[in-house]
């Protein structure tokens, strides 16, 4: 490995670090902000998710601004805006400027995301070198994530909710300098203009689309406002889909997803984040909301998993020459199911099993996202290496998006659907059963990113033996409904598995099969580009 080709990696994977970690870290921090802007849940909820939002919907368009501009110079562009919104963040004097900020970090955090892999896959040509820069591009991501809560405790207990902001600024100002001095620049060669009307459809169908699932469960699913936004993103992905296809250069090429290869490590790369994600999520309400965990001590509690993940990850990228793609994802897939179940049936049990499941699922990301995401950049040409780098960039963000809403969802209906029913015998009376079902159901509910509030929260106005009766019943439902989420994750993997299984042809499964069908699609293009053709 060339002294260039080091330093490449180091900046990339730094600057990747800082955006991943900024996608987790803020939780801890909410019952801070909420305390010093005195404001609801649903305002606050936006300090999430106005990240993931302004990452959905810029992640493609910067793909292709990469390709057509050059990947460093956007690289850089990226990491001066995400550390500029971070100083926004810092010292925003309201909720409403620091969700703008937070929307505004999502953006550039969608350029340093697609432009870091495709830095990372243009340095190492050779595809043993890829895979293991791969592996680490992939275990620092997937590390940022898995810690952000536990050092966001710290920082937060420490020196105040900005300074997880505001220690983004230095970090930022490294990461300029050494991709200045070290990462060259990188770009699609060919003539290509910036596909305006597939742009504008495409973000409209993103936002529409994350916008509904995010506030699905707030609204409720079958609200007008609810089916009217994915009628929209109905209408505006029949609109992108048409316009891609008539557009001689166009922002995703959809014959791309004629390789199978890469077709098929896309639906894989947005279930794994689907799982995960949602994982994350409804594991730290249980283990703050059920266990009684401080925030510090549930990040702690999640290290099983971000080890694994870690360790595995850097050891599939020199894994997938001796044993092959195919088997590791295939077994990734399988190592995250049986993960998933070990989790389901330790949440009434002890932390050990906990910890358990959650190093099968640490393990088993490791082992398919790795070799999959190997394995996809390498079935593309390398001129569209930034377009593929956005198109599975935008599949991790909406994976994540889709992840946390569908799962944390799942556990509040489960919650609405149960509790007031299970209360019955602790609460006889119906008004006042359904006035503290609301409550715990309010401050349970896990789209309110909450870290403080949930089913160990006393409810003062009742005798002790009520409330007693009481926590244990919405104790226990809380459990079935994060057993609820957990198994239809497994559900989801299940059938991703049953598809590599039967479409992931072990030919088409290695290296050499995506260079293959890699360097077909490069002759169609070239062929379909010829004068004589």
């Known amino acids: 490995m060339t002294r260039t080709q080091r330093f490449t990696l180091a900046a990339t994977s730094l600057g990747l670090f800082m955006i991943y970690l900024d996608a987790l870290i803020v939780n801890v921090a909410l019952p801070a902000i909420q305390s010093d802007f005195k404001v609801g849940e649903a305002g606050l909820q936006w300090v999430v998710t106005a990240y993931s939002l302004g990452m959905a919907i810029a992640i493609m368009s910067s793909g292709t601004a990469a390709d057509i501009y050059g990947r460093r110079k956007l690289y850089l562009a990226g990491i001066a805006l995400f550390t500029a919104a971070s100083a926004a963040c810092g010292t925003a004097s309201s909720l409403e400027a620091l969700n703008l900020a937070r929307a505004v970090q999502g953006v550039a955090a969608a350029t340093v995301n697609v432009t870091s892999l495709a830095l990372v896959s243009a340095a190492f040509p050779d595809p043993k070198l890829k895979n293991w820069a791969i592996g680490i591009w992939t ?11 536990t050092l966001g405790g710290f920082m937060v207990q420490g020196t105040g909710w900005r300074s997880i902001f505001m220690v983004n600024i230095p970090v930022g100002l490294v990461v300029m300098a050494l991709t200045w001095r070290f990462v060259a620049e990188s770009r699609d060669e060919r003539p290509r203009t910036f596909d305006i009307p597939g742009q504008l459809v495409f973000m409209t169908a993103v936002g529409a689309f994350a916008f509904a699932v995010i506030e699905g469960s707030r609204a409720g699913w079958l609200s007008a406002e ?45 279930a794994a984040l689907f799982a995960v994600y949602g994982m994350l999520l409804v594991i730290t309400q249980y283990m703050q909301n059920v266990r009684g965990f401080s925030p510090t001590d549930a990040g702690f509690l999640l290290l099983p998993y971000s080890m694994s993940l870690m360790i595995v990850s850097l050891t599939a990228g020199k894994l997938v020459g001796a044993v092959g793609s195919r088997r590791l994802i295939l077994l990734g897939i399988a190592s995250q199911i049986v993960g998933f179940a070990v989790l ?5 049990g002890s932390t050990v099993v906990v910890s358990a499941g959650l190093v099968f699922v640490g393990a088993g990301a490791g082992l398919c996202l790795t070799p999959i995401t190997s394995l996809a950049m390498t079935a593309v040409p390398t001129e569209r290496a930034g377009m593929a780098s956005g198109i599975m960039s935008a599949q991790r963000a909406l994976g994540s998006t889709v992840g946390f809403a569908v799962l944390g969802s799942i556990l509040a209906a489960t919650l ?3 509790l007031s029913t299970h209360l019955a015998d602790a609460l006889p009376d119906p008004t006042e059963r359904k006035e503290v079902a609301d409550m715990i159901i309010g401050n349970a509910n896990p789209r309110a990113y909450s870290s403080e509030i949930g089913p160990g929260r006393p409810i003062k106005h009742l005798n002790h033996s009520t409330q007693k009766a009481i926590l244990a019943v919405a104790d226990s439902d809380f459990v079935e409904g994060i057993r609820f989420s957990l198994a239809t994750a497994i559900v989801f993997l299940a059938l ?3 598809a590599g299984i039967a479409w992931f042809p072990r030919g088409s499964g290695s290296i050499a099969g995506a260079e293959r069908e890699a360097q077909a699609l490069a002759s169609e293009e070239t062929a379909r580009e010829s004068p004589l053709s």
Do not use: H, W
């Open 416 to 418: 609405t659907t149960t």
């Open 226 to 270: 609810i089916l009217t936004l994915f009628v929209v993103a109905g209408a505006a992905l029949a609109a992108f889909i048409f316009c891609e296809r008539r557009n001689a250069d166009p922002m995703m090429d959809l014959k791309l997803f004629g390789n199978r290869t890469y077709s098929l490590a896309i639906i894989t790369i947005f």
């Open 344 to 348: 389901i049936v330790g949440l009434q």
């Open 139 to 149: 275990a620092i991501a997937s590390t940022a994530i898995a810690i952000g809560p």
């Open 496 to 498: 991703v598995l049953a």
